[in-house]
């Protein structure tokens, strides 16, 4: 009904061309991504196409989005989540943590909650860490001595998702409802908040009181013994393979770039031909 309802008012209700060729390409867009007859990047081309060859509004309005930080933050983090993915570092990074938790249950929640916000830094994909997380955890519990229907291996796997997705809403690209407050803010505003004055601002509370909370949690919800490792750690490799190292080094370099964005002010809209690049073209219209 609700299909019949729009479909009567695009041939009925509007009389302004622009406005009925604007509705078409929006139901078509809804309808192609609802149903799944197309790719969901497919889908967003074909809107995008449509609004530029029907005209629906000039090209800097309908590619603005593209010109914002918070587009870009998305961008980045799906880039970094296939990297890590795709060079194994995560699994490397489980290999060396293991081992550093298997001296009491307490020790084992306080790190998993903390290796899940530590991958915030590096990771800037809250359902992409979840992915990564899932089977490092389970192989940590595994490791760990607590076998399926324990409370200690619900602690570990229910602590390191949570400590991954909660005290990170204090990391400005760490999840998508930040990335969605950045680009409100920036439309509003005319300016982002920036990395380095984001974190200040709400990391000492929403970061890190709330994953000292949520340790507490999961230690008063699910108690349990100590681990008892199935087999002893072997020996850990003496480095990274080459890369890792290059991913790892990548990674590092973006940090610090996030972390003083407020002093060289990259990312800030008003600079003109940094990027984003397409700012270069809309200061240049």
Known sequence: MAILTVLAYLLLGPTEPTLWRASAIIVLSIGLWA???????????????LCTVASVAPTSTIFEGFASAATW???????????IHHT?????????????????????????VTLGLMMAFVMPSGMGRIVL?????????????????????????????????LPTYAILPANVPNTVLMGAAEAVLG??????GYLLLHFPVLGLLKAILLTGLMLKL??????????????ESASL????QALSL???????????????????????????WPACFRAQD
């Open 250 to 276: 990548l990674i590092a370099i973006a940090v610090v770039l996030w972390f003083t964005d407020s002093w060289h002010g990259i990312s800030r809209p008003g600079l003109e031909c940094l990027p984003p």
């Open 222 to 235: 699910y108690p349990d013994t100590a681990p008892t490792p199935l087999s002893h750690p072997g020996p």
């Open 191 to 196: 300016e982002p908040p920036t990395y380095s």
């Open 73 to 83: 933050l998305v961008f980045s983090g799906l880039v970094i989540g296939a990297a």
């Open 35 to 49: 149903t799944g007859w197309l790719p969901q990047w497919l889908t967003a081309l074909v809107f995008f196409t």
């Open 133 to 165: 997380m899932v089977p490092i955890l389970i192989t940590l519990a595994d490791h760990l001595g607590y076998a399926p229907g324990r409370r200690g291996r619900t602690g570990i796997i229910l602590g390191g998702i949570m400590g991954t997705f």
């Open 241 to 244: 393979g080459r890369r890792e």
């Open 88 to 112: 194994g570092l995560g699994n490397s990074l489980a290999n060396r943590v293991g081992p550093r938790i298997s001296s009491s249950y307490a020790v084992a929640i306080v790190g998993v």
